[in-house]
């Protein structure tokens, strides 16, 4: 199973919105099993659940406000929204995607590395030559502000990660085996909803949303086109 490279808050949350669309849905029923659909709901209550006991645990996740939690949530989609609009205002600028806006960079997942690379995408944003090609494809003021008071529910991102280094981790082995099962599951449902609604059809704009389709999971960088592949060239022939 793969390993979901996300907070678990942020899994949960947006799990409990596509099982609850794939409920709303009977559609869905011709292509899953309603009883995996019960299955997805209670992994996911259970991995909630798991989080929100963790009364003990110092872990930086474990001691999540509700706010904070909403925050969170917020910032993965902000990241991704940067890095997509970033791509199109510096098509082509490879170093400068990677290391200005954190693209392709996934390297720790713990609450206080994620913070900063939000601190470092941020601060790019807010970079007044960066800001003027950034509005040009569609980033406005309105979300820079948004992002930014997001950000400012957590704590310096260097604070962070030394509380988590000498508090209890958030996730046991257990909780991790939950959270890989529970995103196979999560991933499957959407793949079920995108064969039955597919994206080439525009009124299924609407429904697609419900079941989180291109927004979760979160990749920072957008819906990855990859690069066609090389014509190949006849062989030079022998002399």
């Known amino acids: 199973m ?11 949350h947006n799990g409990s919105l596509i099982i609850a669309a794939a409920k709303a849905h009977s559609e869905i029923g011709t292509r899953l099993n309603p009883t995996y659909i019960t299955a997805a709901d209670n992994l996911c209550t259970k991995l909630a659940g798991d989080v929100t006991d ?48 954190q693209i392709g960079i996934h390297d720790k997942n713990d609450l206080g590395s994620f913070l900063g690379r939000c601190d470092i995408v941020l601060g790019s944003v807010k970079n007044a030559a960066n ?29 962070i990660r030394e509380h988590s280094k000498s508090g209890a981790k ?18 499957t449902i959407q793949n079920a909803a995108d064969l039955q609604w597919p994206a080439s059809d525009p009124a299924n704009a609407g429904v ?16 990855h086109t990859p690069a066609p592949a090389p014509t190949p060239t006849a062989a030079t022939p022998k002399p």
Do not use: C
Not at 3 to 11: A, Q, Y
Not at 170 to 187: G, N, P, R
């Open 54 to 101: 963790q009364k003990t645990a110092k872990g930086e996740l474990g001691n999540l406000t509700a706010a904070q939690t909403q925050s969170l949530n917020a910032l993965h989609q902000f990241m991704a929204q940067a890095a997509k609009t970033a791509k199109l205002a510096f098509a082509g600028q490879t170093v400068k995607l990677h290391q200005e806006f």
């Open 2 to 12: 793969k390993r979901p490279h996300m907070p678990v808050p942020v899994l949960t």
């Open 208 to 223: 697609r949303d419900e079941f989180r389709l291109g927004i979760f999971p979160p990749d920072h960088g957008g819906n």
């Open 170 to 187: 958030d996730s046991t082995t257990q909780k991790d085996t939950d959270a890989a099962s529970l995103y196979e599951f999560v991933l």
């Open 131 to 159: 800001l003027t090609l950034l509005k040009q494809k569609g980033w406005t003021d309105a979300e820079t502000t948004a992002f930014q008071t997001a950000r400012d529910t957590f704590g310096p991102a260097e604070q």
